[in-house]
């Protein structure tokens, strides 16, 4: 029997990251067994469902790259099978009709079968509810729509589904879902529910945590093979300390035994550095373009930029970006001369005792090399500070803060040597007449 998953999203807002891990999981576990992955649009609350939530689901699909088997399913298109399945549960005594205190009309009630359900969940393991917990529920309301429940479980009879891999707040749907299988008279799918993303406090992740739909993250400028990777392995180890793997690695791997039931945290910054990781492999063209990008939405790279200049600070940040929203504040100092100072490190560093006289010192020495390259640059740092009897950080430090206003950056020497002579030494300048106080000059 070949494996059929499917996701299938309500489409009534943005698409959380909870949801679209469901997606990835199923979507590994049809690439590794060779089976389908399909989608099926669960649009039946026609008020709570748009046009622009389903875009938005097949836009989230597309941006991570989870391609399904065949054309969507929609739900509402389903409507007649749903029909004829009440109809054959209703002959052969599974469902009944009658009044629900609360709804005007008739409703339609499948009859639970009186006794124990119990199945076995690929992560969470033996789940069991006794007889009288499980009672007769609705499955068509008075105005003739079907519920939830009941459109589901259709839904996967008709589309040949066996797998059920979907998150664990629907664990108690499945006791009723298992029923409804059964009194169809079809095979009861396998069932795996995932554990639910949480946040620092062990609540379940939401918007108010941070960016918790797949739009914030490509809105924001994270690679898509970074969140497929980073939500892969939210829930599921596959052993050893391998954390950066291509697809092909993870479909290879993927196995329910590995996925945890205990609930997954969401860690931001272990995220952004794994984006980070992923921005690494990027071809430099394709770095640049989402660099420069990131700058001009920020309005951090000023018209008429050098473009050999841009390409310089580029490869220098190729390697220490972790995430492109971060960048602008990172490097505006490379394109501008009025960018902001870090007072705390400027404090720290520029107003420390005996800064002032060093810097002067290493702008004299600066301004007498005549190469203005990281080596050079990096040696007349070194002698100065030697002469001085002086930790280099003496003075890399000011330097670095005068030449860009920030305490953290690319490696001194090579950014000296990108910022070029002209602004190294106008910056030390400024900063000496800024910040020095009596001492410049000294
Ligand atoms: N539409 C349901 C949801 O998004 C489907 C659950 C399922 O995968 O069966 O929660």
């Not at 067994?33 to 399909?38: D, K, N, P, Y």
């Not at 749903?82 to 009309?105: C, F, T, W």
């Not at 071809?283 to 951090?300: H, K």
């Not at 005792?353 to 810097?359: I, K, N, Q, R």
């Amino acid at each position: 029997m070949s494996i059929r998953v499917r996701f299938a999203p309500s489409p009534t807002g943005q698409v959380h990251i909870g949801n679209i891990r469901a997606a990835i999981f199923n979507w590994l576990f049809a690439r590794h067994h060779g089976g389908e992955f399909l989608l099926r649009i669960e649009d039946t609350d026609r008020e709570r469902s748009t046009a622009e939530a389903v875009q938005g689901v097949l836009d989230a699909l597309a941006w991570l790259g989870l391609n399904y088997d065949a054309p969507p399913v929609y739900q509402t298109a389903q409507l007649p099978r749903h029909q004829e399945a009440v109809e054959q549960l209703l002959r052969a005594g599974h469902a009944y009709r009658g009044s629900k205190g609360d709804e005007g009309g008739e409703v339609t009630f499948f009859r639970m079968p009186g006794t124990d359900i119990t199945f076995e969940d690929s992560v969470k393991g033996t789940m069991s509810k006794k007889a009288e917990d499980l009672k007769d529920f609705v499955i068509v309301r008075s105005n003739g729509t079907p519920v939830f429940h009941l459109a589901n479980v259709v839904d996967d009879v008709t589309m040949g589904i066996t797998h059920v891999i979907r998150g664990d707040d629907h664990v108690e749907n499945t006791f009723r879902h298992i029923a409804l299988f059964r009194a169809l008279g079809v095979p009861v799918p396998a069932y795996a529910h995932l554990p639910m993303i949480v946040n620092a406090q062990g609540k379940p992740y939401s918007k108010r945590d941070g960016a918790a739909f797949v739009g914030d993250f490509r809105a924001k400028g994270f690679l898509p093979e970074a969140l497929f990777n980073f939500l892969a392995l939210l829930g599921w180890s596959p052993g050893g300390d391998k954390e950066i793997m291509t697809r092909r690695e993870m479909i290879d791997l993927f196995e329910f035994k590995q996925v945890k039931s205990s609930p997954a945290q969401m860690d931001m910054r272990k995220f952004e550095w794994m984006n980070g990781e992923y921005i690494r492999l990027l071809p430099e063209e394709d770095f640049r373009r989402q660099f420069r990008q990131a700058l001009e939405s920020a309005g951090a790279l000023p018209s008429g930029t050098d473009e050999l200049y841009f390409n310089r600070v580029a490869t220098l940040m190729h390697s220490r970006t972790r995430s492109f929203p971060e960048s602008p504040a990172l490097v505006a100092f490379f394109f501008r001369e009025d960018f902001a100072w870090d007072e705390k490190v400027v404090k720290k560093r520029l107003h420390k005792p005996g800064a002032a006289a060093l810097l002067a010192a290493m702008r004299e020495r600066f301004s007498g090399l005549d190469c203005f390259t990281a080596d050079p640059l990096e040696k007349a740092l070194h002698a100065l500070a030697a002469d001085k009897g002086v930790e280099i950080g003496e003075i890399i430090h000011p330097v670095r803060v005068a030449v860009s206003g920030l305490g953290v950056g690319p490696g001194l020497f090579e950014m000296l040597e990108v910022l070029g002579r002209d602004r190294v030494l106008s910056r030390l300048a400024t900063a000496l007449a800024l910040h020095g106080g009596n001492e410049s000059g000294a």
